[in-house]
């Protein structure tokens, strides 16, 4: 079992930056791929990065050269660095592990890029 919980939500106008935190407890996170998702109203939900345990990254086209995630196994933590933020990221964003057969999510943080 894997609990997680998201931070570093807000508002920022459209050219600024935000950075997410994902705290994880409850088993041994180096073990996990990591992922950010997000998910506006009324659509489904849309993978954002991936972090595997060994540390590759990928991510949706949308964000590629704006977005990095990178993950602190010490502190069992993923980040999500948003730079040249756009209205259009606004979303909540989702923090979630998986392993094998297993997946977990976060409760989800709020992102709003407005002026």
């Known amino acids: 079992q894997v609990q997680l919980v998201e931070s570093g939500g807000g508002l920022v106008q459209p050219g600024g930056s935000l950075r997410l935190s994902c705290a994880a407890s409850?088993?041994?996170?180096?073990?996990?791929?990591m992922e950010w998702y997000r998910q506006v109203p009324g659509k489904s939900r849309e993978l954002v990065a991936t972090?595997?345990?060994?540390?590759?990254?990928m991510y949706a086209n949308s964000v590629k050269g704006r977005f990095t995630i990178s993950r602190d196994n010490a502190k069992s933590t993923v980040y999500l660095q948003m730079n040249s933020l756009k209205p259009e990221d606004t979303a909540v964003y989702y923090c979630?592990?998986?392993?094998?057969?297993?997946?977990?999510w976060g409760q989800g943080t709020q992102v709003t890029v407005s002026s």
């Open positions: 979630h592990a998986q392993r094998g057969g297993f997946a977990y």
């Open positions: 409850g088993s041994i996170f180096s073990i996990y791929a």
């Open positions: 972090i595997t345990s060994g540390g590759t990254t």
